[in-house]
């Protein structure tokens, strides 16, 4: 990957992204937990100050507010890191927003254990799995600027609750293409290739382009998949490429269990049985250290995703 | 409606809830009950809603965030006309619409779905948010449980409503001192409940009793008036019951309600 790549963090996408719609959609609410400042929403706050609502340290109420203004034909978004959202704020998701399908988009920033040097207590690795169980939520993980400000505007656009976890770390623009086209529950085949694939999300989607970059040079032409939807996942281009490539291979920055690699597999062991290896975190809670370094010790890196699929294939 | 036909009323709720719960064979009707002339003042003397037109943008809503008392939100409903009476008995069955906690995406009238003790406070705050957003006029009611209050996710509510000054929202505690493991005051007490929420810039009513339809009225009708209205630092203050202001806070008044004459 060129040097020039332009790169942003997702969860500046996210906060610009709502500041561009917020004068298409004047239904569109945004609500804070005193994170205005880390989530981005603050690009919001500055254009539209009487539609941001900052709720203080205080996310299980937020969530409810939300709840009660959809009923009433708001369209809110909710902003916190991704462990309150998600992890603190279950129960809350679950029965105030999840039963009644009401219309609240959940902006988690912070995802994964690219939060880096905050450490375990604030990386939320299982919030894929936790929001994978609510019934009718969808859940949506960008890869980068492009695909975050495409999954807005699509959340936006849909009736019903969604989920969208960003990231602190930087990722590389990958999808400023004229062919692009986002559209929630369909995968993204971003190379094609014959011997394997590799099933990436989010923030990972640019490394395993780059691990893909490596195999070639060895010879082993991979074929690289963005599922940037989690839920509803694109069954099809996963079965496809099971069949095509046989082997199948899942990265993300977040627990395996109960995320994207669960996903995956619940898929392949149900209707195309496949060799299937999930990279990702395992059964252990994050640390602290720079997002680059955690990648790099957890093989989530471009030269980690090389390696860990040599041993695979 | 007067108060001999409120009184009729809130007992035809009351049987509605027996014969839900007998029908059902479980459920809650000791906090049904205990709230029974609270529901029926509300849906039949107090707010502003329309069972022919339960969705629409303009009614006053009700949240019910002692959820387990379903029974009695189910019966001043379907006296009021939202669904038949007939179909009290169905509550809780396989196939009833009739859940056993409030549900807005099945049940006609019922504004949002609780249960989850705690939680509608929050909810209510958010359609209150949503009414001054939209500049409209409705109100939003909220009920709760004393030992509700336990929950901590109430007090960030009571504190988003003070602090936003939802002047359109009513908190209503149903203060029967019961909970599940015995009386509220001993199983871990939230008195005194009404300097809580006064801390949180409530204008706080003390019902004496809450079976009392005169009583209810009377509270009601002071709840819609705020205290030191319309001057910002006299709003909700007990303070100025009895206070001139000095000339500081003189202009401070004055420009607090020249502002309200620039925006009529």
Known sequence: MSEEVKKIATRESYGNALAMYGEEYPDLVVLDADLANATKTNIFQKKFPERHIDCGIAEADMTGIAAGLATCGKIPFISSFAMFASGRNFEVVRNSIGYPHLNVKIGATHAGITVGEDGASHQALEDIALMRTIPGMTVVCPSDDVETKAAVKAALDLEGPFYMRTSRAASPVINDKPDYKFELGKGITLREGRDITIIATGVEVSYALEAAEKLAADGTDARVINIHTIKPIDED?????????????????????????????????????????????????????????LLKKYQLDGEGIYAQIKKFI | MDKKELQKTANTVRKGIITAVHGAKAGHPGGSLSAADIFTYLYFAEMNVDP?????????????????????????????????????????????????????????????SSGSLGQGL???CGMALAGKLDKKSYRVYCLCGDGELQEGQ????????????????????????????????EVCSPYPIDKKFEAFNFHVINVADGNDMDQLKAAFDEAKTVKGKGVSFMENQVGWHGKAPNDEEYATAMADLDKIEEAL
């Not at chain 1, 290896?277 to 395992?282: A, D, F, Y």
């Not at chain 2, 936003?164 to 005051?185: A, R, T």
């Open chain 2, 154 to 185: 109430i007090w960030e509510a009571a504190m988003f409503a003070g602090a936003k000054n939802l002047d359109n929202l009513c908190v209503i505690v149903d203060n029967n001192n019961l909970q599940i493991d015995g009386p509220v005051s």
């Open chain 2, 52 to 112: 022919k037109n339960p969705k629409d943008p303009d009614r006053d809503r009700f949240v019910l965030s002692k959820g387990h008392t379903a029974p009695g939100l189910y019966s001043v409903l379907a006296n009021k006309g939202y669904f038949p009476v007939e179909d009290l008995p169905t509550l809780r069955h396989l196939g009833s619409y009739l859940q056993g906690h409030p549900d807005m995406k099945h049940i006609p009238g019922v504004d949002m």
């Open chain 2, 122 to 124: 929050s909810a209510a």
């Open chain 1, 237 to 293: 281009i996963i079965i496809k490429a099971a069949k095509e490539t046989k082997k199948i291979f899942t990265v993300e920055e977040a627990f395996v269990t109960g995320g994207l690699g669960s996903a995956v597999t619940e898929v392949l062991s149900e209707k195309n049985p496949a060799e299937v290896h999930r990279l990702g975190m395992q059964d252990v809670f994050g640390e602290s250290g720079s997002w680059s370094e």
